[in-house]
């Protein structure tokens, strides 16, 4: 069965870095799309980031402050986050599409204090 496991969020202060990092573990298959999405409190879950064989992609809100990298070959992916705000607090969730499948990780929180 293949759980994505998330890691790297925390606490943070404003204008600080953090780096989340998901892995599939098990037989996923091919992958062909990895994403980073978030969460906050009463709100909708928005995309922030997401890599494909096309290219990335980011929410207007996190560019230039975001990096998506992923790695098919290690079914990773990671979100490299720096000048971080306090509305950048959120549950990450990490998630993964493959031919015939989709995964979502359990979410990791990032808060950002000011």
């Known amino acids: 069965q293949v759980q994505l496991v998330e890691s790297g969020g925390g606490l943070v202060q404003a204008g600080g870095s953090l780096r989340l990092s998901c892995t599939a573990s098990?037989?996923?298959?091919?992958?062909?799309?990895m994403g980073w999405y978030r969460q906050a409190p009463g709100k909708q879950r928005e995309l922030v980031a997401a890599?494909?064989?096309?290219?990335?992609t980011y929410a207007d809100s996190v560019k230039g402050r975001v990096t998506i990298s992923g790695d098919n070959a290690k079914n990773t992916v990671s979100l490299q986050m720096s000048s971080l705000e306090p509305e950048d607090t959120a549950v990450y969730y990490c998630?993964?599409?493959?031919?015939?499948?989709?995964?979502w990780g359990q979410g990791t929180q990032v808060t950002v204090s000011s």
């Open positions: 098990g037989s996923i298959g091919s992958i062909n799309y």
């Open positions: 890599i494909t064989s096309a290219g990335t």
């Open positions: 998630h993964i599409t493959t031919t015939y499948r989709y995964y």
